[in-house]
């Protein structure tokens, strides 16, 4: 997380804090304010909120460009900028996705039923790329979900570039903070920022971000003609979580690498999935193209499903629900879902929030052992 940000020549951290602030000037206040209007007095810029945005949608928008290395978009959800996207292809395109991936955008896609979907396993790369040959569309995840399957970022934007196909990247996992796609050669980046960018479990959020103009100017159409608008208080609470990402990114990742170790080593645990662990697949290739292996983790316990739901409701300091990226640690029996059928049925995903690393393993120890 401290490499410098080629667009600014600051380090990513700095430009979370400094990035969409209002002008330095005597008397004006140090953020950008919360702006609540639908419309405006004849003679601004933007007459119409949902056409033109507010000052707290640019301010977002502004800081979220300058890490990704694009121009931004906020929208009313992870789900509204994945819509957007997906409104930009024709009837009858082609689209490859990830067999382990984010089961709203597999279901946004699938019912449909305007596309033909192929899905991958994207850590083969010359399968995915052979799968992607005369497809329109080529939508990554990496790390995946709930998986932490690592892709290898940098050669599949090439390849598919090379046939062009265009290339997303839903960065959510990551953040910009630990790899940015557009510098690979991805043309669109996608976040839910109700994870790690907002952090506290408290908005939905989405965004997009691009580095070509006619994306950009074509995803912003389909933001106002289908009305995917944030609300202002959601954005405002948006840019504040992006302000302390980096404090919370690094208490939660530290604390997810030494658990990762330490149920590694745990005889009811069967497996781990965390790209920081030396064992794991994915972890030379994260490794080389990400700054930090992030703080979600999966683990697999002896005992079957029945056990991992037991386990849920053992513990105590961490909260059994769905979602992730907040302060507070989350776990969730992922294979429970629907479009989940290739997810072990044991498997948990962690997702690790700001609280002490000692009080999350003696709370899943606890659980582990009051369960076993």
Same mark, same amino acid.
């Given at each position: ?119 991958? #396993?994207?850590? #083969? ?44 990247? #839903? ?202």
């Amino acid at each position: 997380m401290s490499k410098e940000h080629s667009a600014g020549r600051l380090h990513a951290e700095t430009v979370c804090v400094s990035a969409g602030r209002t002008e330095k000037r005597a008397n004006e206040p140090l953020n950008v304010p919360l702006v609540m209007a639908s419309n405006f007095r004849a003679g601004h810029t933007g007459e119409y909120a949902r056409d033109d945005g507010t000052e707290t949608w640019t301010a977002l928008e502004a800081a979220v460009g300058a890490l990704e290395g694009g121009s931004a978009l906020a929208f009313a959800s992870g789900m509204g900028a994945t819509a957007a996207v997906a409104d930009l292809l024709p009837a009858g395109a082609r689209i490859v996705v990830p067999n382990d991936s984010y089961i709203a955008m597999r279901a946004l896609f699938e019912e449909a039923g305007r596309w033909e979907i192929r899905t991958v #396993d994207i850590t #083969d790369t010359e399968a995915t790329l052979a799968a992607a040959q005369g497809a329109d569309l080529l939508w990554l995840e990496s790390p995946t979900n709930p998986l932490l399957d690592v892709a290898d970022l940098p050669a599949l934007c090439k390849g598919a570039r090379a046939a062009g196909v265009r290339v997303v990247v #839903d960065n959510t996992f990551a953040t910009p903070l630990l790899q940015r796609p557009i510098e690979m050669g991805a043309d669109i980046v996608v976040h839910s920022a109700t994870k790690f960018i907002g952090g506290h479990s408290d908005l939905l959020l989405g965004l997009t971000v691009t580095a070509d103009p006619d994306l950009y100017k074509r995803l912003r159409r389909r933001r106002e003609l289908a009305g995917a608008t944030p609300g202002g208080l959601e954005v405002f609470l948006a840019l504040r979580g992006l302000r302390t990402m980096p404090v919370r990114l690094r208490q939660g990742e530290r604390t997810a690498a030494a658990l990762a170790q330490r149920l590694h080593e745990h005889a009811e645990v069967s497996r781990v999935r965390y790209p920081g662990l030396p064992n794991d697949p994915g972890h030379q290739r994260a490794a080389a193209q990400m700054d930090g292996f992030g703080a979600v983790l999966s683990f697999e316990v002896r005992g079957g499903s029945q056990r991992a739901d037991a386990i849920c409701e053992a513990v105590r300091v961490i909260t059994s629900a769905t979602s992730l990226g907040g302060v507070e640690s989350t776990i969730e029996r992922r294979a429970k879902l629907p479009r989940q059928e290739h997810v072990p049925g044991s498997l948990l995903r962690f997702s690790v929030g700001c609280e002490h690393l000692e009080d999350l393993w003696s709370d899943l120890a606890s659980a582990l052992a009051a369960t076993s």
